[in-house]
């Protein structure tokens, strides 16, 4: 077995004793010599962030585990020791902490968030969550640590573009990089807890938001697709990383993956810890694939999308609406079968939303054409929002209304079947990034907001 120190980083509102039968697990399967540091951290202090939660994590590195700036170490993180461990290895830009972590294992990991976090920050999240230590924090819930947990968090878009959609792999083909490995449980909660269980999920954290394989799409409408040299509509980031798929595992949920782990289990992860290059990696998710078909076929096949809507400058627009349709052949809009999407507001900015969709209730095969409808307002008279290029002209608000409105239809049927920008994708989360022009009106003639 690897003789590397192992770092076990547990969830929001737990503490490090819930990794206590992966430790008895990991000491009777060869781990018996190895250092195993088990962190415990706040989360239910409404002060400290993930990436305080982060920093105090490196200090604890070096002055409690002993571990050096370069010591290598593996990791096994639950939950939101995923966002722990990420805002960590991106801090500095990640170039020495990119080589000293080997091997990270998310056991139902909360990448892209929780659809619980923003249930937490309310007055009866602080009773059953809260913490319940008499002291100045009695009954905090960690509010600001709730709000990265949020689904469509800036956090987690800020994250995605650090160690994702960068130009360096932060998750490379050789051992420069750590190799990632992401299991969750195919279950929900049973008993009491299956009332705040949500569809595609193990009670508490989105399949569709555990991996680590996100795609981000912009569509640019602040460019005049007729000009010259105008940049393209649709821009896939690039994508540096290998492929990290999702694992499901059979029977089980976001509890009992930490605290009764299968035998199956066990043995993937400690056979996860041992990987040092591509070649034993994709031969480990060969493996896990076959394992694990039966789980897989169990669970429905989910996608989640966070969309971000701004203008050119950047800057973000929080009053916006977005839909998917088809198109008839006499080009009348029709609702697509299937396409039910769950969606979320990021509470602390509405430009962010979270859209949550089940691909097997979906007939992609024989879906014709695929259109969006962005609507978008300034809820001023003064400035306003629109946008170029939109295929049928019919349907384009040249300019906005009296309130800054402006709507228009996009067809995106470029973004179906195997093209280089894939839309639909199962148990990944793709951000899509909207732009459009924010202009003082009229857009012709004396402005409104700057004249002489």
Known sequence: MANRPLVLIHGYSDVGTSFAAWEQALRANGYGATPIHTCTYRSLTNEVTIKDIAEGFDRALRIQAGLEADAPFDAIVHSTGMLVIRAWLTKYGGEGRRQRLKNLIGLAPATFGSPL???????????????????????ESGDRVLDGLELGSRLTWELAHLDLLGPEPFYGPDASTPYVFILCGNQAYGGLRRFINAPG?????RWAGCALNTRKITIDLTQDPARPASHARFVLAPWANIHMPLTLVEGLNHGTIL???????????????QVSSQTEFDLWHGRAALRTIAARQQ???????????????????????????SKDAHGE??????????????????SFRCFHLNLRRLNL??????????????????????????????????????????????????????????????????????????EPLPLAGKNEVCWF
């Open 117 to 139: 976090a923003h249930k937490g920050r309310s007055w009866l999240g602080s009773l059953f969550k809260g913490n319940k230590e008499q002291g100045p924090d009695f009954l």
């Open 201 to 205: 999920t193990d009670g508490t954290v």
């Open 259 to 273: 605290s009764d782990p299968t035998p199956a289990l066990i043995e993937m992860v400690t056979e996860a810890l």
């Open 299 to 325: 669970a429905e096949e989910w996608q989640q999308f966070v969309v971000h809507a701004v203008d050119e400058r950047g800057d973000p627009i929080t009053d916006f609406y977005m839909e998917l349709f």
């Open 333 to 350: 809009a029709q609702a697509v079968d299937g396409l039910e999407m769950d969606v979320h507001t990021y509470s602390s900015d509405p």
């Open 365 to 438: 095969q024989h879906l014709p054409n695929l259109w969006m409808r962005a609507m978008v307002s300034s809820g001023s008279s003064l400035v306003g929002y629109y946008g170029f290029g939109c295929e049928d002209p019919g349907a384009v608000q040249t300019s906005p209304d009296m309130q800054g409105r402006w709507a228009a239809e996009l067809e995106i049927s470029s973004l179906l079947g195997a093209s280089e920008v894939r839309l639909f994708f199962p148990y990944t989360t793709t951000l899509i990034e909207l732009r459009f022009n924010r």
